[in-house]
């Protein structure tokens, strides 16, 4: 929904949506009037509770909605009863899919993509050094891509940075140098490939090679000019929330609600990104599993994932071989984390994941073909 930017800041999120007649549970955040909205609820006999600096309410969606409009001012009914009615619709109805600026189509909306990760980097976590050949070759990267694109990735991701807990940023000249000649190589083959890096510059060379996404780990907080690039570009954007930086980021992550946290942040930057001119049909959202959380952080975010697609973007996973699984299986090594990182993807699936960020493609193809045909009937091979 296009909005006045001073409209009241508002995030809903739905918890709980049964039948289209019966109650809702829902969570109301930001700057309101917690008292008369409480009022609202109560009158129509729904049940209220203030927990973390917001609203847990419990009503029928329709009575709630004309008294909010009865009751409250009318630019805050307004904003209140359409982003009500939008989270319920992305609930029931599921994401959209996503058109690329040379007109292909994502489908996002009827099955769960799968995008493949493509580290150009000497330190990455799982990865790294194992696609540069000797003296900056690129040629094992670029057929790493291709393998990827061939064992069934929708979508290829190319980093040239790692984001690993601990490492440190490189320049834009080595991230370029990395990514840019992989990137249009894979695109010359009609691969779908999106760009990991927090950087402007590196952004919009990448898309001038031809990546069709931009996924950024750090929601536009490592470079003020991220989100006007991306809306000059018009090309989708990866949404992530992330606590800290990568190289602080995993020493001390603290949450009072990791969930209303993260949904909260991702529901001001979809704002951000819509002032900056980036149309908010164009972005995917991804809760940052691993990025500044414990075990448990990632764990409550998984199992309440279903709520974040109150948003109404398409939900993106990355949870493959790390280290949150590694420590509940007990495997050391990031790439014998192969079974947990696939009971991830399928649950992340059933809880309303669109896209999954993977390392092991080809068994993670195999794993969502039967989680699509379960959760959504999808019966569609690659």
Not at 202 to 217: F, P, S
Request: aromatic share 2%; net charge negative; proline share 5%.
């Amino acid at each position: 929904m296009q909005r006045d930017h001073d409209d009241p800041a508002v995030a809903i999120r739905i918890v709980d949506a049964g039948s289209p007649d019966g109650p809702i549970r829902v969570v109301l955040s930001g700057n309101l009037p917690f008292v008369e909205i409480s009022g609202c609820v109560e009158r129509v006999g729904g049940s209220v509770e203030e927990t973390h600096g917001r609203l847990l309410v419990s009503a029928v969606p329709g009575p709630l909605m004309e008294a909010l409009g009865e009751r409250l001012d009318r630019r805050l009914s307004l904003r209140l009863i359409d982003s009500l009615t939008e989270a319920l619709a992305s609930w029931t109805e599921g994401a959209p899919d996503l058109m690329l600026r040379d007109g292909r189509l994502l489908s996002t909306g009827s099955r769960t993509l799968i995008q493949g990760v493509l580290n150009v980097t000497p330190d990455s976590f799982s990865d790294g050094g194992t696609h540069l050949g000797t003296d900056g070759d690129l040629t094992p990267a670029i057929e790493a891509g291709r393998a990827l694109a061939a064992a069934g990735a929708d979508l290829i991701d190319v980093g040239g940075e790692s984001t690993r807990p601990g490492s440190a940023s490189v320049s834009p000249e080595e991230e370029l140098a990395r990514t840019v000649p992989v990137v249009q190589a894979l695109a010359e083959d009609g691969i779908v490939v999106s760009i990991d890096t927090t950087k402007a510059a590196v952004a919009r060379a990448a898309v001038d090679a031809g990546a069709a996404i931009v996924n950024d780990v750090s929601a536009g907080s490592l470079d003020e000019e991220l989100y006007p690039t991306v809306a000059e570009l018009g090309v989708p954007y990866v949404l992530m929330h992330m606590q800290g930086i990568p190289r602080t980021m995993q020493q001390h992550p603290t949450y009072d609600d990791v969930v209303g946290e993260v949904y909260d942040h991702l529901a001001v930057e979809l704002d951000r990104l819509e002032s900056a001119g980036v149309a908010c049909d164009q972005v995917i959202v991804d809760p940052g599993i691993g990025f500044g959380k414990t075990v448990e952080h990632n764990l409550s975010l998984l199992r309440h994932l279903r709520e974040i697609t109150s948003l109404g973007r398409p939900v993106l996973v990355g949870a493959s071989r790390k280290t949150f699984i590694g420590k509940l299986t007990g495997v050391s090594d990031p790439a014998d984390r192969l079974e947990g990182s696939l009971a991830v993807a399928a649950l992340a699936v059933g809880a309303g994941a669109r896209i999954v960020r993977v390392h092991d493609v080809r068994e993670t193809v195999r794993v969502i073909a039967v989680a699509d045909a379960i959760v959504h009937g999808t019966m569609e091979r690659r």
